[in-house]
């Protein structure tokens, strides 16, 4: 059972960290400080340190900023690497509308709330690491002060790791620097230097294990830094680390990691501290606010499904034929010759017809992720009722037949991982995985291709299939039969042609992480993003002519957000410079 008391994460204490009130005046009678702030001395006492760190962690929730700012990236990573769409209908949150078009402007509030989120959590590291330094409280020993640093460099290189990703060229500020000097740094250099720095202080100096949940330890650190070598093609040093991470790699609390025995069991929260997770945002509900709860995907739930169906809001985050039709297999393995969403292959659906109407759900082989991943008409959702089709869709024409599904809650355990005080049963204690087992496995068999090494990752591959392959986890009806035709295997025969190799890892990923906000950062990377995403947008827009019809990927510029216009404004133009094509 999930201990939904034991988190590091709690809002109520970030007072601390937004109004530092520091004074050098002699009349200190006459100071008082703010309601909500904190002295230096407050600040550099132990609890005071441990609350700031505390505070930098909390920015992983990515509440401040609503719906758009949480590091699961549903919106950043998901739709605009053609997994999902935006859901819902035309009229709903439009401001995400001309996101998935790529037609975003600098003005669009959707990217900013992450800028805004991501440098928060930057300053709150800086405070940390300013304050650690001036500490004299004789109860924060070294050792302390080294494990706050090491902690609060990893969340900034996170941090920065995002920023890097999603706009590109971005000012690199640290604890060193004062406010005006702060404002007049330019996003002219390539941070990525500074990013790798943060992250290999904390390898180094994090502990392997730590005594409370959700923090990062030394494993972790090893991982984002060779997750920051691979997005530089700097295969050698993420292949060394990967190896090291895989065969001697712990979680906090002292676990090897390894593959949980049930894909499902992944986004159950009962099982979310368990082997499988390498770094998550943490969620707790029942704690007398809604704060700590999963916020990111509160509008991630079928529409209207009364008490039949979980939360009944919003309607959004729906995944794409394309992605379904991926699921598609034939003598277990995925069709890698992309012909998945021909007339041949594509997976039946209900696209246009009523829940009234008559419908028999596809007969053919497909993977059993498919319908861990996606709600479809005819096949059970979680443990609530077989998905009804268009009743629990808001707008079909508009998005597609399908709802998501992995980050919803079971109807067993609604009340007690759920928290139904405030407008929907939505807010959640399913954590925000931002890195795990998997993820690793895949990034090393990149690597393993990279060095030569076809067969270690043909492995690493595999070794994620088998766990897929587990008919023990498979989505079963009432009677105990599967409720699909789910056919998978391993890749059996030696791998010897690097690019059929290549495109076997790149579809794995595909298929594992759909929905866990990867694919566009992926398909950046590989250099395939134009090629990929003009498909994907041609044959989704096909479909969904008033969402996506004539919608177009531009190289060059859509591979990162434009610079928000408001932060331009408040810099200037002569410091930060606005992206290519903006």
Known sequence: MKNLTNKILGLGILALSANLFLSSCADDFLEVSPTASATESVLSSKKGLEGLLIGSYSVLTGRDQLFYSGFGNWVHGSILGGEANKGTNGGDQAVANPVQRFETLPNNDLPAQKWRICFEGVSRCNQVLRVVEVST??????????????????????????????????????????????????????????????????????????????????????????KVYLYQKKYAEAKNLFTDVINNGKTSGGASYDLLPNYADVFKPEFEAGPESVFASQSAVNTGSTANANGEHVLNFPYNTGSDGPAGCCGFFQPSFDLVNSFRTSNGLPLLDNSYNSAANEIKSDFGLKSADPFTPDAGTVDPRLDHSVGRRGIPYLDWIDHPGDNWIRDQAYAGPYSPKKFVFYKGTQGTFTDGSSWTRGWTAINQPLMRFADVLLMAAEAEIE????????????????????????????????????????????????AAATAAVRFERKLELSGEGHRFFDLVRWGVAEQTLNAYLTYEGGKLTTALGGARFTAGQDEVYPIPQAQIDIQGADILKQNPGY
């Open 451 to 498: 060095a030569g090494s076809l067969e270690k990752a043909r492995e690493y591959v595999n070794r994620v299939r088998t766990r897929a392959a587990n008919s023990s986890g498979w989505v079963k009806r009432t009677d105990g039969s599967n409720a699909a035709n789910y056919s998978i295997s391993t890749y059996n025969a030696a791998w010897t042609d690097k």
């Open 137 to 226: 409280d004789p109860n924060v020993t070294d050792e302390d002060k080294k494990q706050l640093r090491a902690e609060a460099r990893f969340l900034r290189g996170y941090y920065y790791f995002e920023l890097r990703r999603l706009f590109g060229s971005v000012p690199f500020i640290d604890e060193t620097m004062d406010p005006d000097v702060a404002l007049k740094v330019r996003n002219d250099a390539d941070i990525y230097p500074n990013i790798e720095a943060d992250f290999q202080f904390a390898a180094d100096n994090l502990p392997a294990t730590q005594a409370a949940i959700g923090r990062a330890n030394s494993w972790a650190a090893k991982a984002y830094l060779a």
